[in-house]
Every structure is written in structure tokens, then in C-alpha cells.
């Protein structure tokens, strides 16, 4: 396994790499939920990239950006466990260096739910995926369901900008107790990390609705509140959405695919997850 630290030695080891090359985009502190995107790209591809980068902008609070939990030794190792073939690590100052000034903004699409809550975020990830796309040129890259909105974000930018890559997304990897695996995760308390199997909880009573028969869209968004409203270990609720999962527009007739997703605070920690509706677990 190559570790490379500059977007040059990148893309001319990409260039020069077996293909076809699939691409897994992270901010390391790897758990389960990336392994999944790297042994998929095991599978489909003959090389495997792994990008492991904090990026600065994308988190719109300075907070957030030093607490995001960092590990990269042992990242390193489960890579290279994995069978992974290049791992690009650059430092911030070679993603963005002093007068970076070109920034991607995928309006629209960015602007509700997630982009309402933490403004700016999207045109950080858009404009670091694009850097990332560009610099390694893979022929596939995976980005898990866990972040419904990223991914939609992500189709419309490569759609748009027309570029060459397939994006292939991973259902969520979840804990025994339904609850998505995610770096922040290693940010809650024992009581914090119990209590956060209700996001789980309060998607699938959402489903079971639909299952039922139920179509609409309100009922199925007051029956995931009413489940995370019950639970005191919850501290706030930023929204629950039940929308089209390439729109994000919110639905009043709910069909199959729908994409039922809430941003709940436990503590200090802030968590997202969305299930998507339709057959399947
Ligand atoms: O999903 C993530 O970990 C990040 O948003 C990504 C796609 C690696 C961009 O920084």
C-alpha cells in the first residue's frame, strides 16, 4: 500500500495503476461504514484509492472541525488490512493552499435540510469531491447512503460538471441496536450512545407506517417525532424529512424510494441518518 501526500504524486500514480480504479472519499476515523465502501470497491475494481482528508471546509463550525475525532495510524492499518492500493493523505495546505479561491456549488440541492442547519457545508464537500475526483480520476467512487444528501449532492456535481465517473452508493453499516455507524459516534458518553439507538427507532416506526399502507407524507414525519420526542436522551430534533431522495423535495404522497432522514442532537453531538423507503430491510 501506497501512502501519497501530494494531489502530483496522486494523480501520476493513477494514471499509471491497473484499471479500472475505484475511489472511497473519507475523512478517516474509519469504522465499518468505510470498510464497506472500500471492500466493495475491492470487488468492482482492480485498483482501490482511499482519500483520507478532514476537510476544513465543510464544517461550519471551528468546534466541529477540532473535535472531528482523528486516527490515522490506525486507519493505515485497517487499509492496508483491507487490501487497499493508494491512499492519498494530503495536509490542508495541499488541498488548499494560500489564494485558493475556486469553490463548486451545487445550489438547489444543497440549500434545505442538512445545507439550512450548516451553512456552507455543501459547497465544501461539493468543491473537495470535485479536487478528489480530479486529482485521482477513478473510474468509480463510493459514498455511503448514511449521508442521503451528500450523495444527491454528489450525482448532481459529477451530472452537471460531466465527470467521467460512476457513483456507486453503500447502504448504511449499522450497529447491533440499528444505529449508523459514524466517526461521531466516538463523541457521545455511555447514557449519550444508548440513548442513540432512538434515531434508528424513529425512522423504522416511520417505515412500519408505510409499510401498513399509510402515504402521506405528515403522518409518517409525526410518527418519527413522536418516537425521538419520547426519548429524554435526546436533547434536540433539527428536522425529520420525508423526501425524494434526488430532489430532496419534501413529499405530501409518499411512493416507494422515498428517503425518511433526521438530524438529531444527543448531547453535544449532532447525528444524521435516513432510511429509505420501499421493500428491503
Ligand atoms: O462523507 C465524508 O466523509 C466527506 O463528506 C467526504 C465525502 C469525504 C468529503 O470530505
Redesign the pocket.
Known sequence: MRVIKTAASMSAACRAVPRPLGLA???GSLHQGHLALTRRARRENATVAVSV?V?PT?FDRGADYGAYPRNFDLDLSKLDEEGVDLVFAPPEDEMFPPGFNTWVEVSGLSQGLEGERRPGHFKG?AT??AKLLNVAGPDRAY?GQK?GQ?LAVVRALVRDLNLPVEIVSIPTVRESDGLAMSSRNALLSGPERRAAAVIHRSLVAAKGLWDAGERGGEPLRAESRRVLAGDPGVSRVDYVSVADPDTLCELDVVNDGAMVSTAVWIGETRLIDNLLLGPGP
Open positions: 472519499p473519507t475523512m482528508f476537510n465543510q464537500v473537495v469531491v459514498f449521508d451528500q
